[in-house]
């Protein structure tokens, strides 16, 4: 088989890649290892920066998100009982989109299906080939092996695919911290206690209230690493979510049966440079953030951009410039949304080690949000998304 540009990974970041191609009338093949059912039921985070909604308007997936998400003018941040308000709209002039990765993905899929584009699923043994400048691709399905030839491979296979691996390790330079904590995420189909979203400081660990739609909640405990799902019953998890969270947002509370329950842990992680010769990686496959800023679909996303803008000008144009670019255009962004996802983390969670001192700069840092709208700003401008 031949293809342009092969896209290793059926997660949002190739779907939504393939999907900008195509509508540029480049042709691409889409290598995914899982089956669908399995990449459908993936639960991720749920806030779209504008940037984003933009995107996927562009790709012409955006339908069911403005008819079906929830625009938020703004966030809460609380502490000691406190709420902050960080008015995104009277201080940036713009809005978030709260809706479900896993629904980006079903619409992506949706679009993918209804152009016939082609997706292997359960493509096993993935290996790529060729590089830097003459690549193709391998892989087996039911038992026999293909191949794909093709102009450019785009990695977007995710933090433990196969795509990062491909660059020489003298090449390859890599950056991370992990968090001593991680976080228990509840699902419940109860409505959300408050109409936006709360980032919880508190003393017992951080808190986070989001939700899916009116009548789908979802909640987060800062938990440590030791903890096992198991030793967490429903009761225990709302009657801590209840202690972290403003008294009156507790009293409204509503409670259920969690309908999906998990642990994640929290790491910073970035992959440098995102290309090698023919080679892209994309999302997921070069950066992680922990998922208090809600960055790491829209850093896809933003990657995305840069190189769907990249490809698009090769193939119309026949310039490399911005292929050539697209490592640090994409990493200029990348580390801005690393540090805004480090600092959130540091702001609202309560370290294992964390000192007296240590305490009183997150106290002072908290104030300072609360009387400076200098100091807002630069929380709402980082959280809404800074422009590509
Ligand atoms: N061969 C083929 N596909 C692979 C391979 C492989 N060797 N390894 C992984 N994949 C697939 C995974 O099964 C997954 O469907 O690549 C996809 C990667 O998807 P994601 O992990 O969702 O990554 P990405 O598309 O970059 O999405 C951005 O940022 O912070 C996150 O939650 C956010 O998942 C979102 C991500
Ligand atoms: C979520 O709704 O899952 C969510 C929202 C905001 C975050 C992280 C996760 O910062």
Known sequence: MRTQVCIIGGGPSGLLLAQLLHRAGIDTVVLERRDRAYVLSRIRAGVLEWGTVGMLDAAGVGERMHREGFVHGGTLLSARNRAIRIDFEALVGTRVMVYGQTEVTHDLYDARDAMGGVVIDEAEGVTL????????????????????????????????????????????????????????????????????????????????????????????????????????????????????????????????????????????????????????????????????????????????????????????DGTEDLVEAYSDRALARVWKAIRFSWWMTTLLHRFPDQTEFDQHIQNSEIAYLEHSSAARTVLAENYVGLPY
Request: hydrophobic share 40%; glycine share 6%.
């Open 129 to 316: 080939h060729g590089l830097p400048d003459a690549p193709f691709v391998t892989y087996t399905k039911d038992g026999t092996e293909h191949r794909i030839d093709c102009d450019y491979i785009a990695g977007c296979d995710g933090f433990h695919g196969v795509s990062r691996a491909a660059l020489p390790a003298s090449l390859l330079k890599t950056f991370e911290k992990v968090y001593p904590f991680g976080w228990l995420g509840v699902l419940s189909e109860t409505p959300p206690v408050s109409h936006e979203l709360i980032y919880a400081n508190h003393e017992r660990g951080f808190a986070l209230c989001s939700m899916r739609n009116a009548n789908l909640s979802r909640y987060y405990l800062q938990v440590p690493l030791t903890d096992r799902v198991e030793q967490w019953s429903d009761t225990a998890f709302w009657d801590e979510l209840r202690r972290r969270i403003p008294h009156e947002a507790a009293d409204t509370l509503v409670t259920g049966p969690a309908i999906e329950k998990s642990i994640a842990p929290l790491r910073s992680f970035v992959a440098e440079p995102m290309r090698w010769g023919r080679l892209f990686l994309v999302g997921d496959a070069a950066h992680i953030v922990p998922p208090t800023g809600a960055k790491g679909l829209n850093l896809a996303v933003s990657d995305v951009h840069y190189l769907s803008q990249a490809l698009i000008a090769r193939y119309r």
